[in-house]
């Protein structure tokens, strides 16, 4: 099974990956189109997922996209990588938990390299850092085809989270790899696709 590995050097827009992963589904299904693993960074957006609640807003001037991956709010910005997939189960094993499993190990593995600590939780999908998260997944299957994807906080400002409760939880337990080492990270593209690579069997 061939992947498409994609690295966007400028931000892109919210609602333009998701169109773009949207259509990129539908050709998948229609086996007119490779599986994709797209790396790229948003600018300030902050998304509602299909758990979202509006007590999660504090600041109410803040605009809120919805969309259709899992989870609830959180903010998207400079110096957080996004890490979209679109997977086709069809072919590999339909077991959404162990896709979920293998991206989590992957992520953990991934903050190995700067050596950090990351854990699950069994109640929040996600990796965390001392009793704080530092990257948030979220999936949604369509027709055993995965979408979206999971983000990692590398040196974003962690201030944009103050406006909103991410995931539900307390907007001071967020953390990033910058706050826990304050070490600039140099090819972390790099290390996310070889460490993606490397386990893509295991999906």
Wanted: aromatic share 8%; charged share 30%; net charge positive.
């Amino acid at each position: 099974m061939s992947i498409e590995i994609k690295v966007s050097k400028r931000p892109i827009s919210y609602k333009f990956a998701i169109n773009f992963l949207s259509k990129r589904v539908e050709k998948v299904k229609k086996n007119k189109a490779s599986e994709l693993l797209w790396i790229l960074e948003h600018p300030l957006t902050y998304t509602g997922g299909v758990s979202f609640n509006n007590r999660d807003i504090l600041d109410k001037k803040i605009t809120i996209t919805r969309t259709n991956r899992g989870g609830k709010i959180t903010v998207h910005n400079k110096g957080q990588k996004i890490v979209y997939i679109v997977l086709n189960l069809n072919n590999r094993k339909k077991d959404i938990k162990n896709l979920i499993n293998v991206i989590e190990n992957n992520i953990i593995e991934f903050l190995n390299d700067y050596k950090i600590k990351g854990v699950k939780d069994k109640k929040n999908i996600g990796i965390w850092v001392k009793n704080k998260k530092i990257a948030a997944v979220g999936i949604r299957v369509s027709g055993w085809i995965a979408y979206h994807g999971y983000s990692i906080n590398i040196d974003n400002n962690l201030q944009d989270y103050l406006k909103i409760n991410p995931c539900g939880l307390n907007n001071r337990k967020i953390t990033s790899i910058f706050n826990e080492k304050n070490v600039k990270i140099k090819n972390a593209n790099k290390k996310i696709i070889e460490i993606f690579l490397k386990n893509l069997k295991k999906i």
